[in-house]
């Protein structure tokens, strides 16, 4: 079992910059998979990106080129610089773990109680 607890939300401007961290209870084991999802009001929760063993990454579309994750498997923090934010980045995000790789929610197990970041226009 692993606790999660996310940090480092808040609200900026288009364009500014934000750094989110994930701290777990414990080290994550290096098979795991730790990803960062989001959820705007009224939507599905999606993914954002992934981080798994030998720091292999998963992004999704919207976030590439901006999003960059890091940390997780063998530490017991992970982080997810986000810069160039827009509006549409609105949301709830929460960091999550699963023992095995998937992009869908439900394959996490682990999920911590999110934090809000809002994107100004």
């Known amino acids: 079992q692993v606790q999660l607890t996310e940090s480092g939300g808040g609200l900026v401007q288009a364009g500014d910059s934000l750094r989110l961290s994930c701290s777990a209870s414990?080290?994550?084991?290096?098979?795991?998979?730790v990803a960062w999802f989001r959820q705007a009001p009224g939507k599905e929760r999606e993914f954002v990106a992934l981080i798994r063993s030998f720091s292999r990454t998963t992004y999704a579309d919207a976030v590439k080129d901006r999003f960059t994750i890091s940390g997780g498997p063998g530490t017991n923090t992970v982080f997810l610089q986000m810069n160039s934010l827009r509006p549409e980045d609105t949301g709830v995000y929460y960091c999550a773990h699963s023992s095995s790789y998937g992009l869908d929610p439900h394959a996490y197990n682990y999920w911590g109680p999110g934090t809000q970041v809002t994107v100004s226009s």
């Open positions: 414990r080290r994550f084991y290096t098979s795991a998979v």
